[in-house]
């Protein structure tokens, strides 16, 4: 939202106002732009919102209603009964207690994940950024390239070990393999950060007679604001959505939010409950569209942190 | 005992060597100076004292102790950098106590530390405010405060004056010569300016690529230069570097220097001996005088100038310089400022022998 504001205001500033010589032609044209442009803009975030729209209003209306009117119909009568089963009573395959089990493993899933891989990946940037040492290069190679590899490849290796550490089909098992997955990309995100931090700084500190996690506590982590911001959305986003990981590594007790989801929508007897299944859907996506109002800004500010001095 | 000893030491980066062989001595109340181009390694140098890089070889000795291998923290000494390096996101205040507090000083005496320097370098109304929100000059004192503060053994200082305006380097100049006066503190300087090592310095070592050229008492560093570039380097304008042949006449020294359209100026030296055939010879700007018939200036033998063609005239206030070729390089008088030296005419110039060096035009060594 906030980049797209950023683009119009930006688009209108060059396009639009640029030095007049006060011809009324124009101005009457600069006019016409900017509506076209508006109109242009409206057409597209309509477009994107639709689908939203859509799941709200399904998710609002009775099975009833969805099976005589109109798929784009506002609600007649709205209804909250689809809400309350999808999140306290709907079937998951065999198992009929609604989203609301599965909604708090996926909370004590991704909340000590998130945590976890970005304060290691503070650490590691950190580490990279300022401490250089013999092979420093070649370990963050490796790391960078865990960025890359495919969920895919890793599925079978990752159950052996998570089997092998007593971990399979357990919350910590889901843990440890994101926070796995997720260093490659904190690591970077803060090491990128860091390197922008001049190195008379740590040289000035250690004279100062501070040590090693001294100098992180006391000059990095002070700093850090925007950039965790950016490891907490990125990695919270991805540790919520993630359904593979989530399907293959979890046990009946222990599976995340996704998986359950899937689950409700495909295994409806009967009549298919659109509206049940829709209130479902936003529900499980609620928390990260929630991250993002809440830290979006910074998100964009921590991204671009570093290109611009200051 | 000398507060700062270093033996031998080398630094290399890999197969790349950054410093030669470095040898250097300072009393306790010594103010030394490391003067040198762009990149001979003066920042370097300093870091291996500071302990902030490993040395290859050699020893480093503060206070009389080993402390090769000893980490940069319980080395006993305070810094300043080029770039301040003030911590940005703590309080004036926060980052002059910030040594303190890492070493566990207690909260009254850190108080009290910092009223002491925050008054002596004029900051007390900045105590609250943030690095960013501070001018140049403002960070600067702040970080001398951080240094200050310490109260070590051996001060070092990274060319801190070069981030801020000439006038306002000038005056800062001056105060880190106050301070040092007063504090009786023992400092090693980095800079590649050669009038602040002039004003600064109790001693001053000259280096280029790695290597010392010269390390003596401003005075000898600017009377006795130990080699062609110290000369050039050190003073503004710089030394005249004029080549000349020499001639042995009668058990005296003549000195031949080519003048354009003219037969060579000679001039006689009655103390140098058993100088080679082709040397250089320097001459600051100021000991060219103007060669006057009757009055003989103090110091100038007879005979050593002659008439010159002036190429260029430039008033500078207080002083003339006047620009002329000898020995096919422009050489640049210093004359008084009511002196009557007009441009593209003759006019007689005495250098004073007293003071003029001569160099080896092979390697560039001095020979007197
Ligand atoms: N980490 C490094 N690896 C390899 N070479 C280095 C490294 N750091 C510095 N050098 C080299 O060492 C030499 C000396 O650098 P140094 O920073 O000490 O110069 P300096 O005299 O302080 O110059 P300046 O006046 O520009 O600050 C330079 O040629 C530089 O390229
Ligand atoms: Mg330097």
Sequence with gaps: MTSRTVLTKRLSRDTLTTPQTGSVAKGRRNTMLRWGLYAILILFALFYLMPLFVMLTTSLKSLEEIRTGSLLALPREITFAPWAEAWSSACAGTQCEGLRPFFWNSVLMAVPAVAISTVIGALNGYVFAQWRFPGANLFFAAILFGCFIPFQVVLLPMAQMLGLMGLAGTIPGLIFVHVIYGIGFTTLFFRNYYVTIPQELVRAAKVDGAGFFRIFFSIFLPLSLPIITVSVIWQFTQIWNDFLFGVSFSGPGSQPVTVALNNIVNSTTGVKAYNVDMASAIIAALPTLLVYVVAGKYFIRGLTAGSVKG | ?368
Excluded: W
């Design chain 2, 1 to 368: 005992m000398p507060i700062l000893e270093i033996d031998h030491l080398q630094k290399a980066y890999g197969d790349t060597h950054i410093l030669h062989d470095i040898n250097i001595s300072i009393e306790e109340g010594d103010f030394l100076v490391l003067v040198g181009p762009s990149g001979c390694g003066k920042s370097t140098l300093l870091n291996c004292i500071a302990g902030l890089e490993p040395i290859t070889g050699g020893t480093v000795r503060i206070a009389g102790r080993d402390v090769t291998g000893v980490s940069p923290k319980d080395r006993d000494i305070a810094m300043v950098f080029q770039s301040y390096a003030l911590y940005p996101t703590m309080s004036v205040a926060k980052n002059i106590t910030f040594g303190m507090k890492v070493r566990g000083v207690d909260k009254a005496t850190q108080d009290q530390k910092l009223a002491q320097v925050a008054s002596q370098l004029q900051i007390e109304p900045l105590l609250n405010r943030k690095p960013g929100q501070l001018s140049g000059g403002q960070r600067q004192r702040v970080a001398m405060g951080r240094a200050l503060v310490r109260d070590p053994k051996l001060f070092l200082f990274d060319e801190p004056l070069s981030n801020l305006d000439a006038k306002l380097r000038v005056s800062m100049r001056t105060e880190i010569k106050k301070l040092h006066q007063d504090l009786n503190a023992s400092i090693v300087y980095v800079t590649h300016d050669q009038i602040e090592a002039m004003t600064l310095a109790t001693r001053i070592v000259v280096m280029k690529g790695g290597v010392i050229q010269q390390i003596g008492t401003p005075a000898e560093i600017y009377n006795r230069p130990a080699n062609m570039f110290v000369a050039d380097f050190m003073g503004s304008p710089a030394m005249n570097l004029i080549p000349a042949r020499v001639r042995s006449e009668a058990g005296q020294t003549r000195i031949e220097i080519d003048r354009s359209g003219d037969a060579p100026l000679v001039i006689t030296d009655p103390v140098s001996r058993d100088l080679p055939a082709e040397i250089v010879l320097g001459v600051r700007p100021e000991d060219i005088h103007e060669a006057t018939g009757n009055a003989h200036l103090p110091g100038t033998a007879q005979g050593a100038g002659g008439d010159v063609m002036i190429d260029i005239v430039e008033p500078a206030g207080a002083d003339t310089f006047a620009v002329t070729h000898l020995g096919g390089k422009p050489v640049t008088a210093r004359l008084r400022a009511e002196s009557a030296v007009r441009a593209r005419a003759p006019f007689p110039l005495a250098f004073d022998l007293s003071k003029v060096s001569y160099f080896s035009p092979k390697d560039g060594e001095r020979l007197n």
